[in-house]
């Protein structure tokens, strides 16, 4: 059992940034690999990056490569994302999700959800 809690989003410009976080509890968060993914409206929900058990690897996807940092605090059972020179195809609902292997950009392993943070890129 993990609860998961995002929170963060909001509206910026083009060229801004935000920085998501993600609060586990139930479970010992340094067991578990966390991913970001998003859902725009009208699309399918896609992979964003994600962070294995001890943060020694990392994933992105291609379109947020060099712009996003996913890191964690396993002290504080927390997950960043850092979302820095944001574009309007950045607009989705981000959801931190968690799982306890190593499949990172793997959606079907992800085990446990958070409810999402709205994100909008606009001028």
């Known amino acids: 059992q993990v609860q998961l809690v995002e929170s963060g989003g909001g509206l910026v410009q083009p060229g801004g940034s935000l920085r998501l976080s993600c609060v586990a509890s139930?479970?010992?968060?340094?067991?578990?690999?966390v991913g970001w993914f998003r859902q725009a409206t009208g699309k399918e929900r896609e992979f964003v990056a994600a962070?294995?058990?001890?943060?020694?690897?990392?994933r992105y996807a291609d379109s947020v490569k060099g712009r996003f940092t996913i890191s964690r605090d396993n002290a504080k059972n927390t997950a960043h994302l850092q979302m820095n020179s944001l574009k309007p195809e950045d607009t989705a609902v981000y959801y931190c999700?968690?799982?306890?292997?190593?499949?990172?950009?793997?959606?079907?392993?992800?085990?446990?959800w958070g409810q999402g943070t709205q994100v909008t890129v606009s001028s």
């Open positions: 999700a968690a799982q306890s292997t190593e499949a990172l950009a793997y959606i079907n392993g992800y085990k446990w």
């Open positions: 139930g479970r010992t968060f340094s067991t578990l690999s």
């Open positions: 962070i294995n058990w001890g943060g020694s690897s990392t």
